[in-house]
């Protein structure tokens, strides 16, 4: 039986906390629909986990890398993984997991939620400079939470305005 059917946007080194993730995906591929990722970096060299992204890619996963400018030799997509945002992709999946720059999640979030994804179907990282780390000095705040100890994961019902981020 099919169960779930995720979407990975990672960005930068965004990919490394959603890296566990995927390879459960990999080991249980065949009781999943659809499983995609969507990285981007700002040019070819910062992608991390070069040889993991051939290896999810032939255990069935599809993977879309984007660069944020063309450049010589890269034969990927070109531009912000927003753009790549369809509602063709979006779609395909039912659970939407996100990591990478506050910016591009502020952004990738919006992009989800004007094609129609509901906040319960988004998982989120969210990343602040920390002090004290156990939600005393109050200097991850974001919105009213603490990214210390009310994440830093956060499920999209849980989520902060993001509008500072
Ligand atoms: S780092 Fe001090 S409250 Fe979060």
Excluded at 16 to 34: F, M, Q, T, W, Y
Excluded at 64 to 74: A, G, R, Y
């Amino acid at each position: 039986m099919v169960d779930k059917s995720p979407l990975f946007i990672a960005g930068g080194i965004g990919i490394a906390p959603l890296r566990p993730v995927i390879e459960h995906c990999c080991d249980n591929r065949s009781s999943l629909g659809k499983v995609a990722l969507l990285y981007g970096c700002k040019n070819a060299s910062e992608f991390c986990f070069k040889d993991d992204l051939v290896r999810w890619q032939q255990a069935g996963i599809a993977c879309q890398l984007t660069v944020d400018q063309p450049e010589q030799n890269w034969a990927g997509e070109v531009g912000l993984v927003t753009q790549y945002l369809t509602a063709q992709t979006v779609a395909n999946h039912d659970q939407f997991y996100v990591c990478g720059p506050g910016v591009m999640i502020r952004f990738v979030i919006e992009r989800l939620e004007l094609l129609g994804v509901k906040r319960e179907q988004i998982v989120t990282t969210l990343e602040r400079h920390m002090k004290c780390g156990v939600g005393v000095c109050g200097h991850c705040h974001l919105d009213e939470k603490l990214v210390c100890v009310d994440g830093p994961v956060f499920h999209g019902t849980d989520l902060p305005k993001l509008t500072t981020l």
